[in-house]
Structures are given as structure tokens and as C-alpha cells.
């Protein structure tokens, strides 16, 4: 189709959406991304205004999970421009899902490419500067083959939908608004299984634990390690990290998603404010031992954590400057207020 072209009454450019007060939803921009792989060749179908799908029955990705999705963010800088934030990390975190779930990946150039067009043909409803929200994008693949047996597609589905987002726990980020969490009592993936991969099936096994917390009164599970049930793995859907006297700690763990806020903020913390960093085991009682904890991900970005439960023990904690510094830092560099001394920010083209 050709490039959308919108028009506007009043001066105005952007949709009439209340950005300032947008919480973390679903919303239907007018335009999405798509590509096909059939034949061993990935073909760019290119924007479609449906925001429904049409699927084989028999397809994988329904009966067999083999499906995986990615979460991302673009924010509109000072200078008008779009910013999405290193999108090829997640492209080749699509790309290792794909192989282990033994499907045809998304070359990095279309995975960025469904990215860049999605956002470019949503643009009156990508946020303002300075509007706190931000662009959600979310890649997805699916292997949709005529199908019955439990083996491989070899036709798979890559669609990208962009949704203007608030923050994803209520209150966003803030010395007064730390974040409670229970420990689960059930695991998210299995020891050798797909932790590490943004499966669809993960998250399925995650609502038990995560529904479990939240009628309980905190904002979601923290999930141990599925072997020894003793270290600490993550929370929800966003890694855990916490300083213990100068070192900012974070768990090594195979069952763990590797976080690409997490590793931007390690970098930062070694690479630009000289703090120590460790990424090793955590058992759950060393909570007792650190000065603060935090939880983060592209949709959490940083956001510090006031208490731990597990059955009748607690854990509490203080909210810490240190999140402020790397919270201001990966913002100002996430939204161009700041150098982008590591070429992080991806340049949208509009
Ligand atoms: C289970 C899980 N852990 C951690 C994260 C944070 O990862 P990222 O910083 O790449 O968004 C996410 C979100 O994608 C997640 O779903």
C-alpha cells in the first residue's frame, strides 16, 4: 500500500489521545507490519490495516506454542525526532527464539524494518516529548503451517502493532511509589526449557503465579529458580537487580529472559558511573544483605522494589538515589536528552 498520509484540522499533529494520562493498553493504531515466510523465503507484505488474523486451523503457533514475541519502546525526542532503542538486540533475541523453537528467523533488517514502518505509518499517535509515554511496539512470529503433527512450521507469520503506552505499574517511576512483590509458589519455565527465549508459552505459565500475587495485594510474582526453588530468578516480566553495599547484583540463571534494559543498565552502572557489577546467583535469603532491589524491562523500566514476601518472611528496602541516576540516564539517553555515547538510540525514519 502507499505511505499513509494524514491530515489534520487546526494546526494539530497529533491523534486526539490524552498522552499524558495513558495507562499500559492495548490500542488499535490504524497500522501494522507484515511479512510472510513460505518457500525458505521471507517475502514484506508491508503495512495492512486489519488488526485481526486469519490463520490455517492447524497452524503451530495455536497448538503447539511455537510463537514468540518481542516488547520494545520509541519515544519522541526534544529535536521531533523518533527514537526506538536498540531494536537489532531484540531482533537477534527473535532470532535465537526462532532457532531454538526450530522456525525460519526474521533477518534483522525486515525485523527492524517492520519496526521503523510500523511507527512511521502510526505517526500521529506516537507520544509527544515530554508526554511521559512512549511507543510500545510489539514484533511477533508464529509458525501457521496446514497442519496436524507435532513438528515444525515451515510457514511462519511476522506482524508488528505499535501501541502509544503510560507505565506499567501504576505510578511509573518515583521515590514514592516503590513496588511489592510475592514470592510464587509455581515456576515460569522449566530448567533446561525456554526461560531464556520470549516464548508465548512462558507467559501462559506465568498467570497462575502472577494472578495468585496480585489478588493477594502486591503487583506481581517473583519467580525462584525451577531446580532448587532458592535463587532469585526474576519478577514478572522484568529481571531483578539490587545493590549490595557499592555492587549493582543481577541473577545469572539460563531460565532467565536476557533483559536488554538490564544489560543497558549494567552498562551503564560499569561503564559510566565506575560502579562494580555482578551477575551470579542470589539466593532468596541474601535479601536480608542488600541495601535496595529493583525490578526491570522495557515496560518497567526501572522500578524500585519496597517489599518481598515469601509466605511468613519480608524483606523491605529503601528507595536508593542510585535508581534515580541510572533511571534519569537511560531515560535522557532512551528520549535524546542526553549523548548517546554507545549509538543506543535507533533514528526512525518518518
Ligand atoms: C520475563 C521477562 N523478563 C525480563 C524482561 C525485560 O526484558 P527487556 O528489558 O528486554 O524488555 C521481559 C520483558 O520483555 C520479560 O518478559
Redesign the pocket.
Known amino acids: 500500500m502507499s505511505k499513509p498520509r494524514y491530515y489534520f484540522n487546526e494546526g494539530n499533529t497529533k491523534a486526539d489521545l490524552d498522552f499524558t494520562n495513558l495507562g499500559f493498553d492495548y490500542f488499535p493504531c490504524p497500522y501494522r507490519f507484515e511479512a510472510i515466510y513460505e518457500y525458505g523465503v521471507w517475502r514484506a507484505r508491508g503495512l495492512v490495516e486489519n488488526n485481526q488474523l486469519e490463520l490455517p486451523e492447524g497452524s503451530q503457533c495455536v497448538h503447539y506454542g511455537q510463537q514468540l514475541f518481542?516488547?520494545?519502546k520509541a519515544n519522541t525526542g526534544k529535536d521531533g525526532n523518533v527514537y526506538a532503542f536498540r531494536p537489532y538486540?531484540?531482533a537477534k533475541?527473535m532470532a535465537e527464539g526462532a532457532r531454538y523453537l526450530q522456525g525460519a528467523a526474521v533477518p534483522e533488517e525486515l525485523f527492524v524494518l517492520g519496526i521503523e514502518e510500523a511507527i512511521a505509518a502510526n505517526l500521529p499517535f506516537v507520544p509527544p516529548y515530554g508526554s511521559g509515554a512512549a511507543m510500545y511496539m510489539r514484533p511477533f512470529w508464529m509458525g501457521i503451517d496446514d497442519n496436524i503433527g507435532v513438528k515444525p512450521a515451515r510457514k511462519y507469520l511476522y506482524r508488528v502493532f505499535v501501541c502509544p503506552v503510560g507505565p506499567y505499574f501504576k505510578g511509573g517511576f518515583g521515590k514514592d511509589v516503590g513496588q511489592q512483590f510475592m514470592v510464587g509458589a509455581y515456576d515460569?519455565a522449566a530448567p533446561l526449557g525456554t526461560?531464556h527465549i520470549?516464548a508465548g508459552g512462558?507467559?501462559a505459565s506465568?498467570f497462575k503465579p502472577g494472578c495468585e500475587a496480585k489478588a493477594a495485594g502486591f503487583a506481581e510474582a517473583l519467580y525462584l529458580d525451577p531446580t532448587n526453588r532458592r535463587y532469585i530468578e526474576?519478577?514478572?516480566?522484568?529481571?531483578f537487580l539490587g545493590f549490595k553495599g557499592d555492587t549493582l547484583i543481577t541473577p545469572d540463571s539460563h531460565t532467565?529472559?536476557?533483559?536488554?534494559?538490564?544489560?543497558?543498565l549494567m552498562f551503564l552502572a560499569h561503564k559510566m558511573f565506575d560502579w562494580p557489577t555482578e551477575c551470579r546467583k542470589i539466593p532468596l535469603e541474601e535479601l536480608a544483605e542488600l541495601d535496595a532491589a529493583a525490578?526491570?524491562?522495557?515496560?518497567?523500566v526501572i522500578t524500585w522494589i519496597k517489599r518481598i514476601v515469601d509466605g511468613t518472611q519480608e524483606w523491605t528496602f529503601e528507595f536508593d538515589e542510585r535508581w534515580q541516576k541510572l533511571y534519569d540516564t537511560l531515560i535522557g539517553i532512551q528520549n535524546g536528552d542526553l549523548e548517546d555515547p554507545f549509538h543506543w538510540r535507533h533514528e526512525i525514519p518518518t
Open positions: 518481542e516488547g520494545m538486540e531484540n533475541r515460569r526461560g520470549k512462558n507467559y506465568s526474576e519478577i514478572g516480566a522484568a529481571n532467565v529472559l536476557p533483559s536488554i534494559t538490564r544489560d543497558s525490578c526491570c524491562g522495557t515496560a518497567a
